[in-house]
């Protein structure tokens, strides 16, 4: 063996250390705490769960900022902390407006190790949710003026999203948001959107046709003035989650290898329906919550959409990376001998089954479902409670709003979330 | 030895993932556009055009001939109009420090100031304060004219690339008369670009 065939074998030896060891530096570096925080949330413990987020969206790894900053934005949001949810998915959108840009390394790393080296991006669904949240947050402090803000961003990126991934919700609740914002040619605008949001739907809720009458009825008022009205907006459930469909394979004698994707899997909710009671002085009034957004629905459809290209990633990845093995080994087999080469074929095997994963991030503190109902109500002080029921109609669970006074004109927004 | 180039290759762009934050201090007055957004330099800018249109105004002349004095302003509603939560208090406050400093313009302390203020009030009657330096409610000097205004925006965006228009619009109305005694326009209109990749 010549001096320059020891020195290449050195060489591949080492870069391939280096390589695998660079390779897994950054997740083996950071711990990604997503697991508790979503247990947290799910457990309602969302103070808890902010508590352990902190403020550094490391804790998330270095690719999921983005991710820690919608669950931040998320917890803030469930605990009734308008300011740090604020904040948090102000953060979350300026990183969206800086993701556009892709990095170079970062895609070359989705092909030499896997997809989950390039930062998080999110889906359309999510890309839109930020502001849902944010237009929530805004109106459940009564602040409509700011709550049009994020409804006029919601219209800005539907208009960029693809026809087939859209949220009926955002124009739904863009429009309510104008329907009881008081600017000029309120009803006229929301009516636009209402109009956007029933073209989505494949079936209207009834919620939306009222809303709908309603602000094309002008001559009734833009508001029932010596009425006060609350919108009660629930979330249920949990968003499936990603899991991995893997099928390992060998190339040759001496490499395996592997595919995996994703794909969605169910959480179980014990949330058949809900419903929300109303009361004052013994009067009690109770309706029905209707679900007005189905985001575990849109998500499968949206992963769906994706998921050729995924596929067809995740198959040609495998090929790459065996051609470079290839392309490393057969001088190694010449200048190094078999044992060698037979060696750095079983070592980029193991380097292939270990770094060929799916990308299963997404926003799992997200819920399933979105439902509203409305009540226009007298002046007064009444106690509200939202009631969460199984399949059988037994009450599961019940959150407490007690003591909202409300006087005529008033326009309120209740936020709850479901357990489970 | 061409392998093991390629492999350094790779290597390189697996090391280059992980990047680092750097600060950089610079002067309040420097341009500095990131994110396209609303920024410093846009309320800067706009509380520029605005003080000396306010000032070049024939309207608190009009007033001090009419009354003898100079006009009491107070800030009313700014409306945000845009894709953005904009603090409008950033340029009001330089306009209102701009307009008081130049002695044409008297300003009131706004809605949300007047509540911490007749609280302390309250305080000082409590009984704790030394009576000759308590302030008595029942002074407060009425404002003339309420500022009020509207930023708007409209953004036309394409993949990778949005255009933004800003247009502020001021107003100075008269308290009893609802008449505009002052209306003043500044716009700003930007180009916004990503590059869809970068190193």
């Not at chain 2, 716009?187 to 916004?192: A, C, G, M, N, R």
Request: proline share 3%; charged share 25%.
């Amino acid at each position: 063996m010549n001096i320059q065939a020891s020195v290449c074998k050195l060489l591949c030896y080492l870069s391939l250390v280096i390589f695998l060891a660079a390779a897994t530096s950054c997740a083996a570096a950071s711990k990604n705490i997503q697991p508790q925080i979503n247990s947290l949330v799910a457990a309602n413990h969302y103070d808890r769960a902010l508590t352990l987020l902190g403020d550094d969206p490391s804790v998330y790894g270095p690719h999921n900022h983005l991710l820690f900053w919608l669950d931040k934005g998320l917890a803030a949001h469930l605990a009734g902390r308008t300011k740090p949810s604020v904040a948090a998915f102000e953060q979350a959108e300026k990183l969206y407006e800086a993701l556009y840009t892709k990095s170079i390394s970062q895609m070359a790393n989705t092909w030499i190790v896997n997809d989950t080296k390039e930062d998080y991006r999110g889906d359309e669904q999510e890309y839109v949710m930020v502001n849902v949240f944010q237009a929530l947050n805004f109106a459940e402090a009564g602040n409509f003026e700011e709550a049009l803000v994020e409804a006029r961003r919601m219209d800005q990126k539907l208009k960029n999203i693809g026809a087939r991934y859209q949220n009926p919700f955002a124009y739904f609740l863009s429009g309510l948001l104008w329907q009881v914002s008081g600017e000029p040619n309120a009803n006229e605008d929301a009516s636009i959107d209402y109009q956007k949001a029933a073209a989505i739907y494949e079936s209207t809720p009834k919620v939306l046709k009222d809303l709908m009458q309603e602000a094309k009825d002008v001559s009734r008022g833009l508001r029932h003035l010596d009425k006060a009205r609350v919108y009660v907006v629930e979330y249920t459930g949990f968003i499936p989650v990603k899991v991995a469909d893997a099928l390992a394979f060998p190339l040759d004698r001496t490499h395996l290898t592997k595919i995996s994707f994703p794909r969605y899997q169910d959480r179980f909710s014990e949330v058949a329906s809900s419903q929300v009671k109303i009361s004052r002085g013994g009067v009690a009034y109770v309706q029905p919550t209707e679900v007005v957004c189905d985001l575990g629905k849109l998500a499968r459809k949206i992963l769906e959409g994706h998921k050729a290209a995924i596929v067809t990633k995740a198959s040609i990845r495998p090929l790459l990376k065996y051609g470079v093995e290839k392309a490393i080994e057969i001088p190694l087999r010449d200048k190094a001998g078999d044992l060698a080469a037979d060696l750095f074929g079983i070592a980029g095997s193991i380097y292939n089954l270990a770094t060929e994963e799916a990308d299963l991030r997404t926003w799992q503190s997200l819920p399933e479902m979105i439902r509203i109902v409305y009540f226009d109500l007298d002046p007064g002080v009444y106690d509200i409670a939202v009631e969460d029921m199984a399949e059988d109609n037994s009450v599961t669970d019940r959150k407490n709003f007690q003591s909202l006074e409300l006087r005529a004109g008033d326009v309120k927004f209740i936020v709850s979330r479901s357990r489970f | 030895m061409k392998t093991s180039m390629l492999v350094c290759v790779c290597m390189l762009f697996v090391l280059t993932g992980c990047a680092t934050t750097k600060v950089t201090r610079t002067d309040v007055n420097a341009i500095t556009d990131l994110s396209g957004q609303w920024n410093d330099t846009d309320a800067r800018l706009t509380a520029e055009a605005m003080i000396a249109d306010c000032l070049n105004g024939n309207w608190t002349n009009e007033f001090n001939k009419e009354k003898g004095r100079t006009p009491t302003v107070i800030v009313g509603k700014i409306k945000n109009r845009t894709y953005e939560h904009i603090s409008s208090d950033i340029f009001t406050s330089v306009l209102e420090r701009a307009l008081t400093n130049s002695g044409k313009v008297t300003f009131v302390a706004d809605k949300e100031n007047r509540e911490d203020i007749r609280d302390e009030r309250a305080d000082q009657q409590a009984g704790n304060t030394e009576p000759a330096t308590i302030s008595e409610k029942g002074h407060e000097t009425g404002a003339d004219f309420m500022l009020q205004g509207a930023i708007e925006a409209i953004k036309d965006e394409v993949k990778g690339k949005y255009a933004m228009f800003y247009q502020i619009t001021l107003e100075m109305v008269d308290m009893k008369t609802n008449q505009k005694k002052w209306i003043s326009q500044k716009e700003i209109k930007k180009i916004v670009e990503h590059p869809s990749v970068s190193m």
